[in-house]
């Protein structure tokens, strides 16, 4: 037994999914077996015993070296949005559909783990976005996004009006069901399904995509990262809008508000199997042909 860079080992997952749940109790057996602390958020922790130290998800951040996901990329955002505030190293066990954020297989998990627990592993950086609300110059709301932030209406196919600005310069007004900022890692997510392009995970950039707009010359905008996104919400509009943080936080937002993206200054560590390989991700899971000879 060779001994491991990480020795403080958190395991996040849904409690209430059998799967994930059997995952987690292998995953335990392994880490125990090398002698490693480990500590189980409180939520997943009901579902075991009273043996392990459990700790809130914002605890976790400070306590562990590594951060195991166990489930879908809705579980691996949840965590990230919080974890990505320290530096504990997070790793992914896929249990949901996609996958795009949890590397490992749950059938075959165990080989490529001790790898990373041995340090052999890529690390990534993923850049998140800090959404601000607005009224009359007052801060209302704020919340963080691993894949985007989104501005739309209350009502399904409602179409609302909207300025974009990028770095205080009018960049154009709009007519549409919404508007997607998104990054990098949210290129292959809801943007990816508007229309919008994908984004490599070494870009620092940053994707404005209309949502079905009201005129035909309306395309997807790529600018760097490092711009400060303000979108306007035309007093035209009669109806309280949102803003949803990776479709799980939702901000409340009046006509008249104003809406400030940013990059966050804090970034999620992703550790990746050495073998891992992005372009082999993108083949696998959006169903692309492999080499045709």
């Keep these: 037994m060779s001994e491991s860079v990480f020795k403080t080992i958190a395991l996040i997952g849904k409690p209430d999914h059998a799967g994930a749940i059997e995952t987690v109790q292998a995953l335990l057996t392994v880490l125990e077996r090398e002698g ?15 043996t392990y130290a459990t ?12 951060a195991i ?13 919080v974890l990505s505030r320290f ?17 490992l297989n749950p059938g075959d998990f165990e080989a490529p783990l001790l790898q990373v627990l041995r340090g052999d592993y890529q690390t990534e950086y993923r850049f998140l976005l800090n959404t601000e609300v607005y009224r009359h110059g007052e801060l209302k709301s704020a919340n ?5 932030a989104v501005l739309h209406p209350g009502k399904v196919a409602h179409m609302i009006a909207f300025e974009v600005l990028v770095n205080d310069e009018f960049v154009f007004q709009q007519r549409a069901d919404g508007m997607i900022v998104s990054t990098p890692t949210g290129s292959t997510a809801y943007s990816l399904s508007g229309g919008g392009p994908i984004l ?11 949502m079905f707009p009201h005129t035909l010359s309306a395309r997807p905008i790529v600018i760097a990262a490092d711009s400060e996104v303000k979108l306007r919400v035309m007093e035209e509009n009669s109806d309280t809008l949102m803003v949803s943080c990776d479709g799980h936080v939702t901000l409340s937002v009046m006509p008249g508000d104003e809406i400030i993206i ?8 992703l550790v990746h199997p050495r073998c891992y390989n992005y372009y082999e991700v993108l083949r696998s899971k959006l169903g692309w042909s492999s080499k045709l000879f």
């Design 69 to 81: 996901v166990v489930g879908g990329d809705g579980n691996m955002l949840g965590a990230a949005r």
């Design 87 to 103: 530096k504990v190293a997070v790793l992914g066990v896929n249990r949901g559909n996609l996958g795009f954020l949890t590397d």
């Design 55 to 66: 700790a809130a998800l914002s605890d976790i951040g400070q306590a562990a070296d590594l």
């Design 200 to 210: 490599t995970q070494d870009l620092d950039a940053i994707c404005l995509l209309p």
């Design 262 to 269: 940013r990059k966050a200054a804090h970034r999620l560590r």
């Design 144 to 148: 963080t996004a691993v894949n985007e």
């Design 36 to 50: 490693l602390n480990i500590i189980i958020e409180e939520r997943l922790a009901a579902s075991f015993d009273d």
